[in-house]
């Protein structure tokens, strides 16, 4: 099962799950999150459903290819990080 981690940034604002998931792709796994935690949606997508500006995802080691879409392939044993810049001085 692909393992979906969010930067402890995130959890700073909201409850941020550590998912399981045999999606096979990224934006179902973002889901499976997401309904284990509904409001952790707006923190990582905008109101179109896009990946925000300010968030990155890794899939094993990879940038996510298309923001829009999030419809990267996952392997079985993927392991996919939401990464929330900082900003500060």
């Not at 930067?7 to 973002?30: I, N």
């Amino acid at each position: 099962m692909a393992h979906v981690f969010f930067t402890q940034q995130l959890a700073r604002f909201t409850h941020v799950p550590q998912v399981e998931t045999g999606a096979g792709e990224l934006r179902a796994a973002l889901e499976c999150a997401f309904d284990a935690n509904p409001r952790l949606r707006g923190y990582v997508l905008d109101d179109q459903g896009h990946l925000r500006q300010n968030v990155v995802i890794f899939i094993d080691g990879r940038r996510c290819l298309d923001r829009r879409r999030l419809d990267d392939p996952l392997q079985p044993d993927s392991k996919v990080y939401v990464l929330q810049a900082l900003s500060g001085g």
